[in-house]
């Protein structure tokens, strides 16, 4: 195996320095860097694993029998599977490569939802999801005549799992809900969710773009049918993720897109397909963002899931308790399990002009939708700004974007 998977970490203590992003100043200040839930900065290990790569074994997988051919096929096979291993799935045939969680959830819409899905069908989707997690259910409800209906959730951003039970009956096919919610950062009670989605006989798909990075996830504990990944916002690069789905499913799916790799014989009679993983992995894969991804994973796994999460929980509590505390701000998302994210508006300010301004002090955070435009419909308000925590923040950080809202304040109210 490559020995370059798995980097040592240069100061495994101070989760912070191993981040040469954050090691800069903007518009004159000490860069705080607050945008995780957007994408997360990468470690030196995950930026060395995919330098190596391509400074030693940069080759075409699979098909190669010459030395770094071979040397890549490898890398490549065991970075999937440290994924299996990362989510606890019980074969690295349950995991398919993608661009993120948008392809993933593209493939399974594609694959799965327009070969199962009939006229009648219920397609449940909560009324917190991303847009990814929305818009493929429509093109697919419109191609089979099935129907989508939202998970109503409440004023404080939790899932309404009493409205959810009502919904739930045998012409629901597919649930469809986030781990953890972008815009508001509540952790879904996903495990029961699944559950209950079960009882009934349908299938459930969790989008854990979110949740990866900041909570562990055991797949086969929670029984989820499909569950996607995403690289840069576990520490990994961009345009790399992965899809689990459990092999049953799998094998009775068509392949989502087609071409080389994906396929065992081709004459122009009849073309037969490869074995999974394969047969969901048309043409040349990302090597180098397969293995940064696994060095992400081998990362976080490094840094101690009990580690993390105190740590993040910490920050999370200080910063709701100062960012609420400015005169004018509301916090929107207040559910009891949340991740490391804060949401707020600010009275009379444009979420928008709380961003530009806050970035004037080095301050990054997001503003807009997120999105999540049903529900900004469903919270009455057009946007917010967001901080979001990763294992780097600190309290300081949070002591940094307060004294820019409090800059926000005298300049605009």
């Known amino acids: 195996m490559s020995t370059f998977l798995k980097p040592k970490l240069s100061n495994p203590e101070h989760p912070r320095c191993e981040f040469p992003a954050l090691d800069q100043q903007v518009h004159g200040k000490p860069l705080v860097y607050l945008d995780n839930a957007a994408t997360t900065q990468k470690p030196r290990s995950v930026l060395g694993a995919m330098q190596s790569y391509y400074e030693h074994d940069n080759a075409n997988v699979h098909r190669g029998v010459h030395a770094l051919s071979q040397r ?3 890398a490549f096979d065991e970075s999937r599977r440290v994924l299996q291993r990362f989510v606890n799935a019980a074969s690295e045939k349950e995991i398919i490569f993608t661009k993120g969680c948008t392809e993933a959830i593209n493939l399974v819409a594609h694959s799965w939802g327009r070969t199962e899905l009939k006229p009648g069908d219920r397609i449940l989707l909560s009324h ?3 847009h990814a997690n929305i818009v493929p259910w429509q093109i697919a ?5 099935a129907e989508i209906h939202p998970i109503p959730i409440t004023d404080e951003g939790e899932i309404d799992l009493g409205a959810f039970e009502r919904l739930l009956d045998e012409r629901v096919k597919l649930v469809g809900v986030k781990h953890v919610c972008n815009a508001l950062g509540t952790i879904n009670p996903v495990a029961k969710m ?6 009934v006989g349908a299938k459930a798909l969790v989008d854990g773009a979110q949740a990866t990075a900041h909570i562990p996830v055991d797949v086969r504990d929670l029984d989820v049918d499909f569950y996607t ?8 690069p961009t345009g790399v993720g992965a899809l689990y789905a459990k092999e049953d499913l799998l094998e009775r799916m068509p392949p989502y897109q087609s071409g080389g790799d994906m396929i065992r014989t081709v004459t122009f009679e009849k073309t037969t397909y490869n074995d999974l993983p394969n047969k969901f992995e048309a043409g040349t894969p990302n090597m180098a963002g397969a293995i940064g991804l696994a060095a992400a994973a081998d990362f976080l796994r490094g840094q101690g899931w009990d580690e993390i999460e105190n740590n993040e ?3 999370l509590s200080y910063a709701t308790d100062e960012i609420g505390s400015v005169p004018g701000v509301r916090i929107i998302g207040t559910a009891k399990h949340k991740a490391a994210i804060v949401s707020f508006v600010m009275e009379g300010v444009h979420p928008h002009d709380i961003g530009t ?3 004037g002090e080095g301050v990054a955070i997001r503003t807009g ?3 999540c435009m049903p529900l900004m419909q469903r919270l009455g308000i057009p946007a917010t700004a967001r901080a979001s925590f990763a294992i780097y923040n600190s309290k300081s950080d949070v002591d940094s974007l307060v004294s820019a809202l409090q800059k926000v304040r005298e300049i605009l109210t």
């Open 141 to 145: 409800a419109e191609m089979t005549g």
């Open 313 to 315: 929980q910490r920050v």
């Open 128 to 130: 917190m999801e991303h």
């Open 229 to 236: 990944i995403s690289g840069h916002k576990l520490y990994g």
């Open 72 to 74: 890549a096929t490898e």
């Open 194 to 199: 699944i559950e209950m989605a079960h009882q």
């Open 357 to 359: 301004i806050v970035d």
């Open 369 to 371: 939708h997120h999105c």
